[in-house]
């Protein structure tokens, strides 16, 4: 999807660029659930992508818990073009000293950091170990990262499916 989004957006911008509904959620939470809206479901114009949140029975909970929801959608579902003189600066940050990619999933550098990835693996037709060269790091590598995420991996077989690939498989 060649749609160009910011990958990093601050709330307040990003809620700006989406539709905002709020609902009353069906399931537990007794008296309170059933009279107020509390649900809320996003929609990013740009993109089309939706998400929900409505476990809370908090609709500012539940907004800040679909933009974070928003957030992740948006940089594994987006595409952009890499850059041709080398890495993505979100990458090369989470490469350490040995020359691994380390990047945990709380850590704020790992939206940027996995789609970016994403580009890589999209422009080189989904093959794992072409985009483990351009990024500087192993095979194995890249593919236990890809792996790591459930959501990250569900994107990652997308790309090579597009490029009729076999998916990678969750260790």
């Not at 996003?42 to 949140?53: E, F, K, N, T, W």
């Not at 539940?62 to 948006?74: H, T, V």
């Amino acid at each position: 999807m060649p749609i160009n989004a910011d990958p990093v957006l601050s709330d307040h911008a990003l809620l700006a660029q989406c539709d905002l509904d709020t609902y009353r959620a069906s399931g537990p939470g007794g008296q309170k659930r059933n009279k107020t809206d509390s649900a809320v479901r996003l929609r990013h114009g740009p993109s089309g992508i939706m998400v929900i949140a409505e476990e809370s029975r908090s609709q500012i909970q539940n907004r800040a818990r679909a933009l974070r929801r928003l957030s992740k959608a948006l940089a594994l579902r987006l595409r952009h073009p890499v850059p041709a003189n080398g890495v993505a600066e979100a990458v090369r940050a989470c490469i350490g000293r040995n020359g691994r990619l380390r990047v945990g999933q709380r850590d704020t550098r790992y939206l940027p950091a996995a789609a970016a990835v994403l580009d890589v693996l999209a422009e080189t037709h989904g093959r794992v170990s072409d985009a483990a060269e351009y990024l500087g790091i192993t095979t194995g590598n890249l593919s236990a990262f890809l792996t790591a995420d459930i959501e990250l991996l569900v994107e990652a077989n997308r790309i090579r499916a597009d490029f009729d690939l076999y998916p990678l498989r969750a260790d």
